[in-house]
């Protein structure tokens, strides 16, 4: 047998020279990995102050997918519209607060739950909706024009012709007939024409009231002279309440403010009007949140020359002509993109002037024209482009009256950067 025998291994000790090298190389781990935790802490301090200076969210956030299919939920607004509407529904112009048009949605909304309740067809509840929207706008347009207190009135009568609703709301006359029907049943309104019926010779007539006399032509060509109907008394309820319904106390009621007769040589009748709305060219077009165009509904409750200023909207007159403040000025900024498109260069000029007049920023107007005319292409994209800009104006505002900015212009364009507007607005190439 052979014996083996083991001798113990003796360990070499590090030279002087090599343990320099490996406590530099110690040292120099740790002195990075303290610098790398040192930008680290930089880093996220550099964050934060940036997520404090920017409250705004970013231009276009991505909804993060749910982990799982939601369940389904009971028929809402957003099922109801198609998607391809829904996106339409985003861009909604909001009428500017302290308006007729603006108090009438808040009157629609007081009385949403009420129509809700009883109409169960969602286009019935749409047009009884639309219908009481116009006639709210309308009777809040006579409180404004009138300088009465819009804040105390419950319910407010004027007179009208209701056969010009489908010229305002946009619906056919069975609809605005029905919807008129629904709200009268519901108490929100009380239509009536203040005649007495009476019974002579078999037939059943009228008297006083709207119903007046006038002249028309037989079919063998002779002038008879009949009662005729000439507008309808209408009765708004603007605030529900229980127990409150809408009614026209008809004792209370002036005369007639119609001459029928006149209007009819004058070729003012609501079938003229409906003709001509058939067949006229549209030079803007009404977005579902904007304001109704209330003048045919209101021509005989007024004079001629306060029939100016009562909700239409048309691109041939404007769009900043009732902005008085800069708050005003920013929200008329976003109708820019509802103006029609052989008028729209126009707008997006005057715009850019009245910011240059706004900001106090002589020799800027190319750069506001420019940056209103892609914050317009970027809306069509369906880019929420004016809301973010309305924001930076309003932050350079109020800079520029802490600060004094002598360049507002450099300090607005500062603030787009920031936020992320400049590169998915202002850079981007339209197609």
Known sequence: MIAHTTTPSTTRPFTTTEQELRQRAQ?????????????EEQGQKAFRRALRSTEQPPLLPTPALPARPAPPLPASREQILPASLEAAMDRIRHPRPGTPAAWAVDAVERTRPIIEAHVKRRDARHNALMVYRALAQAAYGLIQVRAQQHAHTTTYTFFTVLDLLPVVTGLSSDQCERATRRLQDLGLIHKTSGALPTQTGGKRQYRGGTWVPTTFLNAEGQKVTTQACAGT???????????????????????????????????????????????EVRESFLLTGDEFNITPLLQWSLPENNQKSLGTVDSRTSIFKDAQTPQELLWSLSRVASTHPHHR????QEGAARLVQLLDDEGWEQHYYRVLWRATEAEFRGCPAYAQLAAALQRTLISKAELGLSRPGAWLTHQLRECGWMDNVYHVKSA
């Open 345 to 348: 260069r126009e707008a997006v």
């Open 233 to 279: 008394w209408v009765a708004v309820l603007l605030r529900p309440a229980p127990g409150i319904t809408a009614r026209v106390i008809s004792h209370e009621l002036p005369p007639c403010p119609r001459d029928l007769t006149t209007d009819r040589k004058k070729g003012r009748t609501a079938w003229q009007r409906l003709q001509e709305a058939k067949s």
């Open 27 to 39: 040292q120099q781990l740790i002195q990075k990995r303290l610098n790398a935790h040192t930008l």
